[in-house]
């Protein structure tokens, strides 16, 4: 999927199958399995289109990779945090 609306560089919140497991850097079917295994977050549903929310992603990959995160700095933009900021330090 093309996300030529965006501005360079952002990211969606919600990402479909196939840019999740790229965003993990592995494939589809592998994604599928860590899935299936719990290592990575399950998807939300909306009708027949199946998301990922890309927060939840960094997070599990953060606790796979054994990285400590704050609480609120993946679900609190509004706070000035993103989920980057632990994963930074």
Do not use: C, Q
Not at 4 to 10: A, E, Q, R, S, T
Not at 11 to 40: C, K, N, Q, Y
Not at 66 to 84: H, I, L, T
């Amino acid at each position: 999927m093309k996300y030529d609306h965006l501005p360079p560089g952002l990211v969606p919140i919600f990402l479909r199958r196939s840019t999740a497991a790229a965003f993990w850097g592995v494939s589809e079917s592998t994604f599928d399995r860590m899935v299936e295994e719990g290592h990575a977050p399950r998807p939300a549903r909306f009708g027949k289109i199946v998301l990922w929310f890309r927060p939840a992603l960094v997070a599990s990959a953060a606790r796979l990779s054994g990285v400590k995160m704050e609480a609120d700095s993946a679900a609190s933009p509004s706070e000035g945090g993103n989920e980057w900021d632990a994963v930074l330090k």
